[in-house]
Structures are given as C-alpha cells and as structure tokens.
Antibody, heavy 118, light 110 residues
Framework: QVLLLQSGAEVKKPGASVRVSCKTS????????IQWVRQAPGQGLEWMGW????????KFAQKFQGRVTVTRDTSINTAYMDLSGLKFDDTAIYYC???????????WGQGTLVTVSS | QSALTQPPSAPGSPGQSVTISCAGT?????????VSWYQHHPGKAPKLLIY???QRPSGVPDRFSGSKSGNTASLTVSGLQADDEADYYC??????????FGTGTKLTVL
C-alpha cells in the first residue's frame, strides 16, 4: 500500500521559514517524482513543483522560485519542502503527492497546515 | 501559466448525471493528452479519478468518465450519489515538467 505521511501543522511568523516532510512507504521511493501542491483557505489547488528522488533535481512554478527548496533523503524515503520568507498569504494546506507512471498524481499525503500569523 | 477555468458550482440530483468542464489553451489541454481529474473532500487528501483524459485508476467506479474536445476537458459523474458531493479539480501537463490545476468546482447533490 502506497502511503505518504506528512509532518504536523506549523505556525510561523512572517519572514520565517517552514519545513514540511513527506515520508513515503509501500513503493520504491526513487522510481517516482514527488510533487508539492498547496491550497490556501477558500482557494483551489496550486501546483508548486517537484523533486526527482533519484537525482535530487527540482523544478518549481515561477511564483515560488527563489523561496522554495525541496530535498530528499533516500535512506529514509522522505522528501522535504522548505519555504522561506513566509507571508500571510502562504497560509495554506501543503500536500505532497506521487507522480505515478502517467502524468498524474496518484497518491497524496494527508496535508500539512501551515499558518503564518504575527 | 494561468489556472484552468472550471465552473464554480455544479448541482445535480441523486441518480442524475453532471458534467464539469475545464477550459484551457492550445498550450496545455489542447496540446497534451495529460488531463487528470481529482476529487477532494474537505479535510481529506485529493483522490485521482481520471488520468490521461479518460483513463480510470483501478478502484474508481465507471460512473466517473472523462473526455476532451479541443482546449476543453470534461468530467461526467453519472448516477449521482450523496458521497459524490465534493470539490473537483482538473489538471493538465503543459510541457517541460510543468503542471497546472483548474479553479475547482463544487459538486452539490441536491
């Protein structure tokens, strides 16, 4: 059974950084890209970017470039998303998802609520 | 890349069918057959319903079907059930390992 288990909720002040982890199990971690998607309150899903667990290569949507870093630890099948320079409108649920064999996201983590508040 | 355009709401009665549209451009939906659809119950993880325009993952009922015409994709939910009430999102690949989601549609079962 494919599982993606994310870290718990975070509350951060503006300007701070946050790290969200995504621990995978039930499949070969290096076979599939891990994607990151967020949903702000009352808003839709927004694609952020991905990491290739084999090479560590990454790509991000233009609006996140320079503020987001995604890394991975293949020894524990875990991906990490770091978002810096937090703003109030970064308040959102952040999801990791596995990009399956097709160009779709076939398994998702449970989501991590990041609240940016002064 | 702008979000794909979906209607904000789609009402339907139990047993009926509802179709949700997803409008893109010739650079995303119109160019690639990599449209996917997700069901999202608030507070839960999104669930993949359709991939590659019309393919269903194992375990997804055939009440859910997808299609595409030109720059617009569609999801049809037949035989509406109470549990189908959720938010639905389309997504498209648009090249160079980039993806875009739709604006989302709230399906209400009356």
């Amino acid at each position: 059974q494919v599982l993606l288990l994310q870290s718990g909720a975070e509350v951060k002040k503006p300007g701070a950084s946050v790290r969200v982890s995504c621990k995978t199990s039930g499949y070969s971690f290096t076979t599939y890209y891990i994607q990151w998607v967020r949903q702000a309150p009352g808003q839709g899903l927004e694609w952020m970017g991905w990491i290739n667990p084999t090479s560590g290569g990454t790509k991000f949507a233009q609006k996140f470039q320079g503020r987001v870093t995604v890394t991975r630890d293949t020894s524990i099948n875990t991906a990490y998303m770091d978002l810096s320079g937090l703003k109030f409108d970064d308040t959102a649920i952040y999801y990791c998802a596995r990009r399956g064999a097709s160009y779709a996201f076939d398994s998702w983590g449970q989501g991590t609520l990041v609240t940016v508040s002064s | 890349q702008s979000a794909l355009t979906q209607p904000p709401s789609a009402p339907g009665s139990p047993g009926q069918s509802v179709t949700i549209s997803c409008a893109g451009t010739s650079s995303d939906i119109g160019f690639y057959n990599y449209v996917s659809w997700y069901q999202h119950h608030p507070g839960k993880a999104p669930k993949l319903l359709i991939y590659e325009v019309s393919q269903r993952p194992s375990g997804v009922p055939d009440r859910f079907s997808g299609s595409k015409s030109g720059n617009t994709a569609s999801l049809t939910v037949s035989g509406l059930q109470a549990d189908d009430e959720a938010d639905y999102y389309c997504s498209s690949y648009f090249g160079s390992n980039n993806w875009v989601f739709g604006t989302g549609t709230k399906l209400t079962v009356l």
